[in-house]
């Protein structure tokens, strides 16, 4: 015979004080796994949505960044442009942008410092072969002229990011002329501009990459392994999106320190329940051995105390998941060993997130009631009567 579960639930509502507390540990504990997961959700999220896969991504051989030494000499840009494959624009021209990286200093808005911004300068073309970015203030630059566009996040985040701004890099100031949404990808984490006018001010000879678009997937594949494979070029070409995925590693670091943490803090929620199911035991000798003998075995009285447990936990996940709602959303930035900047991102309380985040409750729940609902279970019946 099972014991009632409204049996657990009018415990645990007599019992508020152990139960706020235990619940509260437990969902403190919640909240920092939560926290670090949607941290790593954000991060992947922003890589893995940005690119094309029809974009072909050109570097040099052995480059895995576009800031590596050393790039795409001009030369190989005409060759580059005439291999068969490539899309075309609605003026019939082939949709290769030769790109180029820069890091600068900006002050961020909240007076904590400086940080390294990457700006990318790219021919116009560069801007049809990113159809989901859209221009949200102001407008795009203007070949030839020293302007630049910034990303939302950047606008939010940093000074001198404002329409009408100034920023000075090169030879000269570039005017901020428009704001950009990327859509969350990792061109969050970036400022763009015209490649034309910054080769003028630094006498660029080389690309950092080359931008290549294909007519579809099977051709951009194709494409990929014909420049890998051409050894007079001695580049390397990579789907957009896997280049982009490659850059995850900066989550490596966040996800060590945050999971060690929040194991500590789940070893001693565990603790922290156990501690209250012993307490409600010995509270309560004398009701499970009168449950005894009206003939409830001891596997239903153990499985009473788990239940309890786990709705306790579950009670606290719920709450950890509550009080991190208002993160949701919120943006944030680490640094990029690749490329040397801030990398921008999202937290994100996605669906396997916040269902991680349960099992996590539960699990506490289960390893912290259980050995206290065996010993409740194994009490003799006439020692619990006399307690």
């Not at 786990?310 to 009080?323: D, F, T």
């Not at 921008?344 to 206290?372: E, H, K």
Request: hydrophobic residues 45%.
């Amino acid at each position: 015979m099972a014991i009632p579960i409204s049996y657990n639930i009018r415990n645990l509502r007599l019992r508020k004080g152990a139960t706020v507390m235990t619940a509260m540990g437990i969902a403190l504990t919640v909240t920092i796994a939560i926290f670090i997961m949607a941290l790593l959700a954000g991060l992947h999220a922003a890589f893995a949505t940005s690119g094309d896969p029809r974009n072909v991504l050109v570097l040099r051989k052995g480059s895995n960044s576009e800031l590596a030494a050393g790039g795409v000499e001009r030369d190989a840009m005409q060759t580059l442009r005439d291999l068969p494959g490539i899309a075309k624009d609605a003026q019939g021209e082939n949709l290769v942008s030769g790109e180029d990286i820069l890091v600068i200093v900006l002050p961020r808005k909240d007076g904590t410092g400086e940080t390294n911004v990457t700006i990318r300068f790219m021919l116009p073309v560069g801007l049809e072969m990113r159809p989901k970015v859209k221009i949200i203030a102001g407008r795009w630059f203007n070949p030839g002229q020293r302007e630049v566009v910034v990303s939302k996040s950047i606008h939010e985040r940093f000074s001198q990011a404002n329409i009408g701004d100034t920023m000075f890099f090169g030879k000269g100031s570039w005017t901020v002329v428009g704001i950009f949404d990327s859509g969350g990808s990792a061109h969050e984490s970036e400022i763009w501009a015209d490649i034309n006018q910054l080769s003028s001010d630094l006498d660029r000879t080389q690309y950092s990459s080359v931008l290549m678009q294909a007519t579809d997937l099977e051709t951009a594949t194709a494409l990929k392994n014909r420049v890998s494979d051409d050894q007079r070029l001695k580049l390397n070409g990579m789907l957009e999106t896997d280049y982009y995925a490659s850059q995850q590693s900066t989550g490596g670091a966040i996800r060590i320190v945050g999971w060690v943490v929040a194991v500590i803090m789940g070893i001693g929620s565990c603790f922290a329940a156990m501690n209250t199911m012993y307490a409600a035991v010995a509270y309560r000798s004398r009701e499970i051995a009168t449950l005894r003998v009206i003939g409830f075995s001891r596997p239903s009285i153990l499985t009473s105390f788990v239940f309890e447990s786990l709705v306790l936990s579950l009670l606290g996940a719920v709450v950890g998941i509550v009080l991190m709602l208002p993160f949701n959303g919120m943006t944030t930035g680490t640094s990029n060993p690749v490329t040397f900047s801030e990398a921008v991102f999202s937290i994100r309380m996605t669906p396997y997130v916040i269902g991680v985040a349960l099992m996590f409750a539960l699990i506490m729940g289960l390893v912290g009631g259980l050995a206290p609902a065996w010993h409740a279970a194994r009490r003799n019946i006439l020692t619990a009567l006399r307690d």
